[in-house]
C-alpha cells in the first residue's frame, strides 16, 4: 500500500534525487499502487512525503521482472513515472506498451546484413539505425532469408525472403526436419527457447516458411526459433498456410525474382509466454514484391483463429496500416 503521512521525516528514497523518486514512483506507477485518487505525480514529488509498503511477494515479482526486462525497461519505466501528472493506474501492466517499430522515413542500409543483402530488392537491406533502441535489434542472416529480430519481444520484427522459380524447385526435394532449436548467436536473455512454447497453447509459427528452404542449410536455419512467433494454431494450419502456398504458385510462375516480407505486430495489452517472456504478436504480415514488374501487395492478418484472407492491400495502405516502408526507393506500381 501507498499512503502519506503526515509530519514524517523524508523518505530515505527522496534523499536519491529525482531519479530515486521516480524509480520509487514508478514502482508505484508499474505496480499499480494508489498515492492519493487524483493526485499528480509532480505534486507528489513536490509537496506530500509518501511511505511506500510493499509485501514481499510482490517485490519479488518486481524484481523478476526487471531481470527479465533489463535496465531499458527499468529507465523506460523512471521516465514515465515522472512524465505522467495524471491520474494513477490501478492495474498491473505485463509491460509498457511497445514502441512503434520504425519511423515513417528509415534510412537505407550501410553494413546490416552485409552477408545477406542478395536477399533484398536490389540488394539494398534496410537500416538498424532508425529503429527504436528498445527494441533491441539484431540482424541474422540464415541461408536463405535475413531475420530482423527483436531481443525485446524475443521473436522476428521482420524476415525477408527471395523466391524465384530454381529455389522453390529445390526446396520441392528438400526434407522437413522438424528440429526446432534456440538460436545460438542471440544474448541468453533475449532469446526464446524450446520452454517457452511448451504448453502455451501456440504453434512455434515459420515466418520465413519451411517449404520455401532451397537447402539442408536453409531447411535447418528455418526451425531456430529466431524464426517463430507464438502463432494461433488454427491461423497457422488454415489461412497463414493457404497465404504462403498462393506465394509459391506466384513466384514459381514468375519471370525472376519475388521478395516476400513476412512480419509480426504488437498492438493493444501485451501477452507473453514462457518464463522467458516472448511476445504473441496481435498480427501477422506478409508484402510481396516482384521485382519484374514491380507490383507489390499485403495482407495483414489478426492472429487468431478466425482470420481470414480478404483483399490484398496495395502498398501504399500496407504502409499505413503497418508503418513499414520497406520498399522506400524502389519503384512500385
Given at each position: 500500500?501507498?499512503?502519506?503521512?503526515?509530519?514524517?521525516?523524508?523518505?530515505?528514497?527522496?534523499?536519491?534525487?529525482?531519479?530515486?523518486?521516480?524509480?520509487?514512483?514508478?514502482?508505484?506507477?508499474?505496480?499499480?499502487?494508489?498515492?492519493?485518487?487524483?493526485?499528480?505525480?509532480?505534486?507528489?514529488?513536490?509537496?506530500?512525503?509518501?511511505?511506500?509498503?510493499?509485501?514481499?511477494?510482490?517485490?519479488?515479482?518486481?524484481?523478476?521482472?526487471?531481470?527479465?526486462?533489463?535496465?531499458?525497461?527499468?529507465?523506460?519505466?523512471?521516465?514515465?513515472?515522472?512524465?505522467?501528472?495524471a491520474?494513477?493506474p490501478?492495474?498491473?501492466?505485463?509491460?509498457?506498451?511497445?514502441?512503434?517499430p520504425?519511423?515513417?522515413?528509415?534510412?537505407?542500409?550501410?553494413?546490416?546484413?552485409?552477408?545477406?543483402?542478395?536477399?533484398?530488392?536490389?540488394?539494398?537491406?534496410?537500416?538498424?539505425?532508425?529503429?527504436?533502441?528498445?527494441?533491441?535489434?539484431?540482424?541474422?542472416?540464415?541461408?536463405?532469408?535475413?531475420?530482423?529480430?527483436?531481443?525485446?519481444?524475443?521473436?522476428?520484427?521482420?524476415?525477408?525472403?527471395?523466391?524465384?522459380?530454381?529455389?522453390?524447385?529445390?526446396?520441392?526435394?528438400?526434407?522437413?526436419?522438424?528440429?526446432?532449436?534456440?538460436?545460438?548467436?542471440?544474448?541468453?536473455?533475449?532469446?526464446?527457447?524450446?520452454?517457452?512454447?511448451?504448453?502455451?497453447?501456440?504453434?512455434?509459427?515459420?515466418l520465413?516458411?519451411?517449404?520455401?528452404?532451397?537447402?539442408?542449410?536453409?531447411?535447418?536455419?528455418?526451425?531456430?526459433?529466431?524464426?517463430?512467433?507464438?502463432?494461433?494454431?488454427?491461423?497457422?494450419?488454415?489461412?497463414?498456410?493457404?497465404?504462403?502456398?498462393?506465394?509459391?504458385?506466384y513466384a514459381?510462375?514468375?519471370?525472376?525474382?519475388?521478395?516476400?516480407?513476412?512480419?509480426?505486430?504488437?498492438?493493444?495489452?501485451?501477452?507473453?509466454?514462457?518464463?522467458?517472456?516472448?511476445?504473441?504478436?496481435?498480427?501477422?504480415?506478409?508484402?510481396?514484391?516482384?521485382?519484374?514488374?514491380?507490383?507489390?501487395?499485403?495482407?495483414?492478418?489478426?492472429?487468431?483463429?478466425?482470420?481470414?484472407?480478404?483483399?490484398?492491400?496495395d502498398?501504399?495502405?500496407?504502409?499505413?496500416?503497418t508503418?513499414?516502408?520497406?520498399l522506400?526507393?524502389?519503384?512500385?506500381?
Open positions: 500500500m501507498v499512503r502519506s503521512k503526515k509530519n514524517k521525516a523524508v523518505a530515505p528514497w527522496r534523499r536519491w534525487g529525482g531519479f530515486g523518486s521516480g524509480v520509487v514512483l514508478g514502482l508505484a506507477v508499474g505496480l499499480g499502487l494508489v498515492l492519493t485518487p487524483g493526485a499528480t505525480l509532480t505534486e507528489r514529488l513536490s509537496g506530500i512525503p509518501v511511505e511506500i509498503d510493499i509485501p514481499a511477494p510482490v517485490v519479488g515479482a518486481w524484481v523478476r521482472h526487471v531481470q527479465r526486462h533489463g535496465p531499458d525497461w527499468l529507465q523506460q519505466l523512471t521516465d514515465w513515472g515522472l512524465e505522467q501528472g491520474k494513477l490501478t492495474s498491473v501492466p505485463a509491460s509498457l506498451p511497445l514502441p512503434s520504425v519511423p515513417a522515413q528509415p534510412a537505407r542500409a550501410s553494413d546490416h546484413f552485409a552477408a545477406c543483402r542478395d536477399q533484398f530488392p536490389a540488394q539494398q537491406p534496410l537500416s538498424l539505425e532508425h529503429l527504436d533502441r528498445q527494441w533491441s535489434a539484431h540482424a541474422l542472416c540464415a541461408d536463405a532469408f535475413a531475420v530482423l529480430y527483436s531481443g525485446r519481444t524475443k521473436t522476428p520484427l521482420l524476415v525477408v525472403e527471395r523466391l524465384n522459380r530454381t529455389r522453390l524447385q529445390q526446396a520441392q526435394g528438400q526434407e522437413r526436419t522438424d528440429q526446432f532449436y534456440p538460436d545460438p548467436r542471440l544474448p541468453g536473455p533475449q532469446r526464446a527457447e524450446l520452454a517457452d512454447y511448451r504448453g502455451s497453447g501456440f504453434d512455434r509459427g515459420h520465413a516458411a519451411a517449404a520455401n528452404q532451397p537447402t539442408p542449410a536453409a531447411m535447418h536455419d528455418s526451425f531456430a526459433l529466431s524464426n517463430m512467433v507464438p502463432q494461433d494454431p488454427t491461423h497457422n494450419r488454415q489461412p497463414w498456410a493457404k497465404l504462403e502456398g498462393d506465394i509459391r504458385k514459381l510462375r514468375a519471370s525472376g525474382d519475388v521478395f516476400v516480407y513476412t512480419g509480426a505486430l504488437y498492438e493493444g495489452p501485451p501477452l507473453t509466454i514462457g518464463t522467458n517472456g516472448v511476445h504473441v504478436p496481435s498480427h501477422l504480415f506478409k508484402l510481396v514484391y516482384d521485382a519484374t514488374t514491380h507490383r507489390a501487395w499485403a495482407h495483414v492478418l489478426p492472429n487468431s483463429a478466425d482470420a481470414q484472407l480478404g483483399r490484398p492491400l502498398y501504399p495502405s500496407f504502409v499505413q496500416r508503418r513499414w516502408p520497406v522506400a526507393g524502389l519503384p512500385v506500381r
